[in-house]
């Protein structure tokens, strides 16, 4: 079942009209963003930076201190704890690798090898880096013990990757890639139905996956879902290429001339 709204998400996504139609020739007419690449290529890299350096020194910054009381825990969040399901772990890693590789694949077998693939692909990454780097900064300042640590199982309660519970970057991840092509599919296709249905179904299956698997609760993949969406809206929109206007002209008018352009 997990797997299956794993998949579902590649389906959506293949099957958006737009894409199908391909009502944009490939090519440099298809650009919609415009990319400064080394400022972009910085931002990118520092981000990456973010997210990682605390990562590897995780164990000198988690402070483990479970066993941990259940109580802690808002009482319409305690059934994720004991959740313990192999195959929703796996599914939300499959999740994830689709909403990541899906759109690219995809934007690769429209474009070719062009700028626009270039720029598409730059944005992209940025938003998933920027993303993660934010999901680092909040997952090691807060330490939210994951379900299986609140169950006090000995195989999580001494391991400082299950002090990361807040906010779920499976799902912020997953969010971010999808929303991030959900905005180039409008920008350059005009869609506006299945792309965002294939963010709404891989942000609901990631997010009950990785609570079946007890890696996070229901307040985790909330958060991690708006912080995604937040991502993938912005840095789009933020490197959208406008439309320029035509140059302004004098044209033949009754009684005179005229000015005539687009705006």
């Known amino acids: 079942m997990r797997l299956s709204l794993a998949i579902a998400v590649a389906a959506l996504v293949a099957a958006s009209p737009g894409a199908a139609r391909g009502r944009e020739p490939p090519g440099d007419d298809a650009s919609v963003y415009r990319v400064d690449l080394p400022l972009d290529v910085a931002i990118s890299g520092a981000a990456g930076l973010a997210a990682l350096v605390p990562w590897l020194l995780e164990d000198r910054i988690i402070r483990l201190r479970c066993p941990c009381d259940p109580s802690e825990v808002p009482r319409w969040e305690r ?22 590789g899906g759109p690219l694949v995809l934007d690769a077998a429209r474009l070719g090898w062009t700028r626009p693939l270039l720029e598409d692909v730059t944005v992209f990454a940025e938003a998933l880096l920027v993303n993660a780097a934010l999901v680092t900064a909040v997952k090691y300042s807060v330490q939210r013990p994951i379900p299986l640590a609140y169950a006090n199982d000995p195989q999580y309660v001494h391991e400082p990757g299950s002090y990361r519970a807040f906010y779920s970057g499976h799902t912020s991840g997953v969010v971010t890639a999808l929303t991030a092509a959900a905005w180039t599919a409008r920008f350059r296709y005009g869609e506006t139905v299945w792309p965002w249905l294939a963010v709404a179904v891989g942000g609901v299956s990631v997010g009950l996956e990785r609570i079946a698997g007890g890696n996070h609760f229901p307040s985790d993949v909330m958060v991690g879902a708006a912080a995604g969406l937040a991502v993938g809206t912005a840095v789009p929109l933020l490197h959208r290429r406008s439309r320029q206007a035509a140059p302004l002209a004098l044209v033949p008018a009754p009684g005179g001339l005229g000015i005539a352009g687009r705006f």
């Open 79 to 100: 059934f994720a704890i004991g959740n313990k399901s192999h195959a929703a772990d796996v599914a939300s890693n499959v999740t994830l690798g689709v909403a990541v």
